[in-house]
């Protein structure tokens, strides 16, 4: 039998020499722990704010794709002449359903099949309200005139859901490349189909809304107003013939872009006044010293608030909203809301680029 042997190995501390004047040192588990609790809290307090800033950047991008989608599907409608001339939603959905796909519609009578049955809705200094959607039936439970025409529930093939309702006195002209054909429906979607929060200024949108069953779609100063939106003009024609019902005094221009979002709100008394849009100045500045005289300089725009409340305005630029009230047959006052200042403006009434939103009731 082969004998192995081992040798015992002996480990030799350095000389002195060597390891004089040098020090080892390392973390305590206190320090460890202390360490890891304080990015646990930075971790806390960070986290869901910039998870909630990702879900409203993705609700935002995915609102002005669906929107800009239909309205290009509208704008081939009016060329096409299809635009018009439809006396039910079911009808003018099942034409805009060649241009935009949907995967299903959903009847008068069934219309939670395709949305959800309950939102909140509203923003602005009163928090949303729940809202059952089983009573939002026509036209006037979104602040329209009853068009005389039922709600449409309908589900998109990107996942948007939605109610349409579509108006008859839809106006098209196949050689106008202004009519964009949002006048003729007032609509309802969520961005995110039946998942939450179901929430207006969230991934709850609309176009044309100006409350939802009673509920208005923001409210401010006690004023209710209902969504944002940018109006379609009326001809000088249009403009004569129904001035005296709007409280219009003059018409000039064949595209009054502002006689469009009186007739629009239903009339100049149905428009904000100068202090008004005070209020929406005062709530999208976070401030309170505005009024409807000067010129303050040194805000901030609040672009979240101004998304919250629906007007349209992309980081870093202004907007434009009409008032009720009118300069002459070629002007009307409004409000200029830019980056660092606000301040009241005469504005042309051809000006295609201002928004306008209605009081509610």
Known sequence: MKTITTKAVQIVAPPPFLTSGIRFK??????????LGII?????????????????????????????????????????????????????VSELSK??????????DDLLTCFEDKVFWGAGEADPEEVDMTNIKTASNFGQDDWGTDIVGVQFANGTTGLVAYNPDCKQNPYSNQITGTSCLAMLYDTDGFKNP??????????????????????????CFGAPFTPTPLTKAECEAEKDSLGIKECYYDNDYWAGAVKACGGTSKMPTAAQLAEIANYVYNTSGISTGGRP????????????????ATPGSYFDVWSGKEYSSLAAYGSYFDPTCTYPVNYARYGSYQQAVCLGD
């Open 99 to 108: 241009h935009f796909k949907i995967t299903r519609v959903c009847k008068n």
């Open 26 to 35: 390392g973390f305590t588990l206190a320090e460890v722990l202390i360490t």
């Open 198 to 223: 179901n929430t207006s200024g969230k991934d709850l949108r609309s176009i044309n809304v100006s409350k939802l069953g009673k509920t208005c779609a923001f409210e401010l100063g006690g004023t």
């Open 40 to 92: 646990g809290v930075v971790a806390a307090l960070t986290i869901p704010t910039l998870v909630s800033n990702y879900k409203q950047r993705a609700w935002d991008t995915a609102a002005n794709v669906f929107e800009r989608k239909l309205e290009e599907s509208l704008k081939a409608m009016n060329t096409q002449q299809t635009l018009a001339g439809y006396r039910n939603t079911a009808d003018f």
């Open 297 to 312: 300089m040194g805000l901030t725009l609040d672009y979240d608030k101004v998304a919250e409340l629906g007007f349209t």
